[in-house]
């Protein structure tokens, strides 16, 4: 789909998969000096004897992965990704080597009641490698306008 999309356009049930994105160890390590410097996402001897067991990126550097991905065609809101709130988890690691994209599904569509040029829709957004696994589970709320009179 090449054109972003309005509330009006978004149905529950409506899935969208983003391209891939292949994480290697120097940009785990790069995001986590500037931004989580703990030693399981530095040193992969140091992480060994953590509960991962090996180097790890940050959850937060997933996040950051996943927001990429999904602004970059994953799911095409007309004004961009606007988050009114939301859950995040992460069920496994991400590791160096892993190529990671974004499948996500239309939980709910609700138009506000109080701004009629816009609504919420609720995503669910599965960030998975390429084994198959789940790395993070994000529940958005999305502020989407409506399409324009």
Do not use: C, Y
């Not at 060994?48 to 937060?60: I, N, P, Q, Y």
């Not at 990429?68 to 859950?87: T, Y």
């Not at 599904?105 to 084994?131: C, D, F, I, W």
């Amino acid at each position: 789909m090449s054109e972003n999309l309005f509330l009006d356009d978004f149905t529950v049930g409506q899935r969208f998969v983003s391209d891939a994105h292949l994480i290697d160890e120097a940009q785990i390590k790069a995001f986590a000096v500037q931004f989580d410097p703990q030693p399981f996402h530095l040193d992969g001897d140091a992480a060994k004897r953590t509960l991962f067991g090996g180097l790890a990126a940050s959850g937060w550097h997933t996040a950051a992965l996943t927001m990429r991905l999904m602004v970059q065609g994953g799911v095409p809101v007309e004004g961009g990704l606007i988050g009114a709130g939301g859950e995040i988890g992460w069920p496994k690691p991400t590791r160096p080597g892993d190529v990671l994209h974004v499948e996500s599904e239309v939980l709910a569509v609700t138009p506000s009641r109080s701004k009629p040029h816009q609504g919420m829709v609720t995503l669910r957004s599965e960030t998975r490698n390429h084994h198959g696994d789940t790395v993070q589970v994000l529940t958005a709320k999305l502020v989407v306008p409506r399409r324009p009179q």
